[in-house]
């Protein structure tokens, strides 16, 4: 061929695609990545929200970062029984309660005061197991030691001055706590609680 369209040296026209086309191609790709990520993101968000996130890891984490509970400050030292006096009335029909209650008490080492029936005032009229009566020293010294002889007993206060405390037995009496269960919830009241956690 001739003319203006002869072809001379080593070049040839070169098929290839306009750039424009290529750059919208990269922009469609990382478009659609994006929105794949952002939809497993929000598929993750909506799984934590009705099941409620990893709970094990939380709590774990929460155990990591929490300190150790600290006991507080020791326990109130409570008088041991030999240093109680006690005596024992009598509020139910059964005749006699009163004498072996106090028997049963002194070997367990508490000092025994006055044996008798109640007073008018509660004979009859105590319908627990009974009634720890006495001043109102007694409420966190000598009513929780004797009443771990007898729990469930109702506790209240006088305007005596003495420290001696008075136990009615109820009329739903049937006996004491064994030597081993008094013992193990004496032990329990000398220890000393632990704080409250702030975690």
């Known amino acids: 061929m001739g003319g203006k369209y002869r072809i001379t040296g080593d070049k040839y026209p070169r098929m290839r695609r306009p750039r424009r086309r290529r750059s919208k191609l990269v922009l469609v790709t990382i478009s659609s990545v994006v929105a794949l990520g952002l939809a497993g993101w929000g598929t993750l968000q909506l799984i934590d929200v009705f099941t409620g996130g990893d709970k094990t ?3 774990a984490d929460r155990k990591a970062n ?3 509970a600290k006991p507080s400050a020791p326990a109130v030292a409570l008088p041991k029984p030999e240093k109680i006096k006690v005596n024992v009335y009598n509020a139910t029909p059964r005749g006699g309660l009163a004498k072996a209650a106090a028997d049963e008490l002194k070997k367990r080492g508490f000092t025994i005061g006055k044996v008798g029936n109640a007073t ?3 004979d009859k009229k105590v319908a627990g197991t009974g009634m720890l009566l006495g001043a109102p020293t007694a409420v966190n010294g000598t009513f ?3 009443g771990t002889q007898l729990p469930g007993a109702t506790t209240k206060t ?3 001055k003495s420290t001696d405390v008075d136990l009615i037995i109820g009329t739903k009496f049937k006996a004491f706590s ?3 269960a008094a ?6 009241l000398t220890k000393p609680s632990p704080a409250p956690s702030t975690c």
């Open 57 to 59: 890891a939380s709590a």
């Open 66 to 68: 929490c300190p150790s």
């Open 120 to 122: 008018a005032a509660y």
């Open 144 to 146: 929780p030691v004797l």
């Open 158 to 160: 006088d305007a005596r």
């Open 178 to 180: 064994t030597p081993q």
């Open 183 to 188: 013992s193990a919830a004496l032990s329990a």
